[in-house]
């Protein structure tokens, strides 16, 4: 069982920054992948990046590659996800997600979701 918890969303200008952070509960995270998923309001839930249980290997979406940069530290228990350069179309609520494996379709655990607004 995995407790996910993020934090560090907001409102933020285009072109303006923001950190995520989800501090995952349990001695075992190390053997999980973890992702980030977003939703913006009337669209369905969305594929943003993951990383596998290392920091070895990771994957993002194309619409946030070169701007969003996934990382994790183990020994904290915790998965970010830096965001630069962003947009309005990222405005959505930010899901942080944990499975045994990192090409899962579907992710077992889920946080309860932070809030990103980009205002134009």
């Known amino acids: 069982q995995v407790q996910l918890v993020e934090s560090g969303g907001g409102l933020v200008q285009a072109g303006g920054s923001l950190r995520l952070s989800c501090a995952a509960s349990g001695r075992t995270f190390r053997s999980y992948a973890m992702g980030w998923f977003r939703q913006a309001p009337g669209k369905e839930r969305e594929f943003v990046a993951n990383?596998?249980?290392?920091?070895?290997?990771?994957d993002y979406a194309d619409s946030v590659k070169g701007r969003f940069t996934i990382s994790r530290d183990n020994a904290k228990n915790t998965v970010y996800l830096q965001m630069n350069s962003l947009k309005p179309e990222d405005t959505a609520v930010y899901y942080c997600?944990?499975?045994?494996?990192?090409?899962?379709?579907?992710?077992?655990?889920w946080g309860q979701g932070t809030q990103v607004t980009v205002s134009s």
């Open positions: 990383i596998n249980w290392s920091g070895g290997t990771s």
């Open positions: 997600s944990a499975d045994h494996s990192l090409y899962s379709p579907n992710y077992e655990y």
